[in-house]
């Protein structure tokens, strides 16, 4: 997403798809659409809960942030790449937040995958008062790569039903 215009030509080839029938116009509006969701302000956002979890596409990882606020609703922060998931990566994401206005309190809930470097990351910043709770999902499947295949489908039920 740092180079977000000639990320979509290169990739228009590996779809066989000629950079010249991709519309120039539709680059640059999408392009701006992205520098605007990545730079607006998150100031009225009261966050209750955020997820932040690593998606790897294409060799590079994204770090992404979801919001609760205070009043039930969703709300994407956004996300930042890198070639892994780092400890800088991790504080260019709360710095970034900050900056961009959203308070980032002691009494927010951060729910991760149980990775050690965003861990750490909230941790040097909350230190003692991190309220953290690993995600459910992530949690589930990990125990189901430890079954045997003939036992995922019962215990991954099992564990649905206990959620609820």
Known sequence: MQRYK????DSAHAFGVSPTS??????????KKLAEFKERDL????????FMD????A??????????????????????QGATENHEI?????SDMDMRGLVLSKGIIWITDGGKVIIKALKDRFGKKLLHQR????KDRNIQ??????????AHRRFKTALE
Do not use: M, Q
């Not at 060799?59 to 930042?80: M, N, P, Q, T």
């Not at 991790?90 to 709360?94: K, N």
């Open 54 to 57: 690593t998606i790897n596409r």
């Open 6 to 9: 000639e990320t979509v030509i």
């Open 145 to 154: 790569s430890h079954l045997a295949k003939k036992y995922r489908k019962e």
């Open 59 to 80: 060799g590079e990882a994204f770090v992404v942030a979801l919001c609760i606020d205070r009043e039930g609703r969703k709300h994407a922060l956004g996300f930042w």
């Open 22 to 31: 991709l519309s120039r116009h539709i680059v640059e509006v999408t392009a």
């Open 135 to 138: 995600c459910t999902i992530h």
């Open 43 to 50: 100031s009225s956002i009261t966050p209750f809960a955020i």
């Open 90 to 94: 991790c504080e260019s994401l709360l």
